[in-house]
């Protein structure tokens, strides 16, 4: 199956007329961020809409005059952007909620390493001049669809954005899979579990396995072994049009995490379908962004040895 270009970014409506925010919950530092950006999203005549539990955390007893809380549907239906303030498991929520109302998001780095998210919090009032001038630009990413099959029948279903993982869970014993790739058999592993990662994901958990650093615009999906009991099972990059099955043959306590963040328990006999999504998440990128650039930052390859 040949793989295929990603779709291209909704078209962005400018000047934008409504926002909506997105924060992390339970951070003083995100909450007094938000009503900072607000106000000034307010005055410049932009209508704000806050998400409903960011609002819970972050708003006084009543809403100020300055947003609308709303429910993720009600944000897909009207907001013309996203801006997610946090880091990128923030990013990585926000994205899984929006992906089918194609809404562009904006990330304002107030976590640790921050892959997605661009905008540093002393730059995120002077950065909206040049958001709401349109001069941003937009790049898509590509989701995972995944579904947990037993006996026949589909018991869950989620989307990630960085990755879908089966692993051995709370008990530390090896588990053994059947992995399946357009129905072919690619091999059996024997491990503590398997990463299926985007591009984007390339530089999380998978990063961490010895996987391969994907640019945002490759179009295929990494298969990264998690501590395999041969040293020959190798991280596998396929493309993004192929099904990848894993087939659990022997497991204990398995479970599949959706980007870290939503977790589905398995047993014995179950299967885990992965494919690309239909839906994908548009980034809008401050100007001078580059992806090359931000990797050197992060990863610190630009730093010479410290000296002692």
């Given at each position: 199956m040949t793989a295929s270009p990603l779709p291209p970014c909704p078209d962005c409506e400018f000047p934008l007329r409504t926002i909506a925010l997105?924060?992390?919950?339970?951070?003083r530092e995100i909450a007094e961020s938000l009503w900072l950006l607000a106000g000034?999203?307010?005055?410049?005549?932009?209508?704000?809409?806050?998400?409903?539990?960011t609002a819970n955390f972050s708003a006084a007893p009543v809403d100020p005059p300055v947003w609308t809380r709303c429910g993720y549907a009600e944000i897909g239906r009207l907001a013309d952007a996203a801006i997610v303030l946090g880091g990128d498991g923030t990013m990585l929520n926000a994205a899984r909620h929006l992906a089918r109302?194609?809404?562009?998001l904006v990330g304002v780095n107030q976590g640790r390493l921050g892959f997605m998210t661009d905008i540093a919090r002393a730059d995120m009032l002077t950065c909206m001049d040049d958001l709401l001038a349109g001069k941003f630009t937009a790049e898509n990413r590509l989701l995972l669809s995944g579904e947990i099959v037993r006996d026949g029948q589909v018991i869950a279903s989620n989307l990630a954005l960085n990755e879908i993982v089966v692993d051995k869970g709370a008990i530390g014993r090896l588990t053994d899979f059947d992995m399946f790739v357009d129905g072919e058999f690619l091999y059996n592993l024997r491990a503590d579990g398997v990463i299926v990662s985007t591009p984007t994901g390339s530089t999380a958990y998978s990063l961490a396995a010895n996987g391969p650093i994907l640019h945002p615009q490759v179009t295929g999906i990494a298969l990264v072994p998690l501590c395999p009991h041969s040293?020959?099972?190798r991280p596998v990059l396929v493309g993004d049009r192929n099904a990848i099955e894993i087939r659990l043959v022997r497991s204990d306590d398995s479970r599949v995490h959706f980007d870290g963040q939503v977790t589905f328990d398995i047993k014995h006999g179950d299967a885990v379908r992965i494919r690309r999504s239909e839906d994908s998440v548009c980034f809008l990128h401050p100007p001078g962004y580059s992806y090359f650039a931000m990797l050197r930052e992060k990863l610190h390859w630009s730093r010479q040895p410290t000296t002692r």
């Open positions: 997105i924060g992390k919950y339970q951070s000034n999203l307010h005055d410049r005549g932009v209508k704000v809409l806050i998400e409903e539990a109302h194609h809404v562009p040293l020959t099972n």
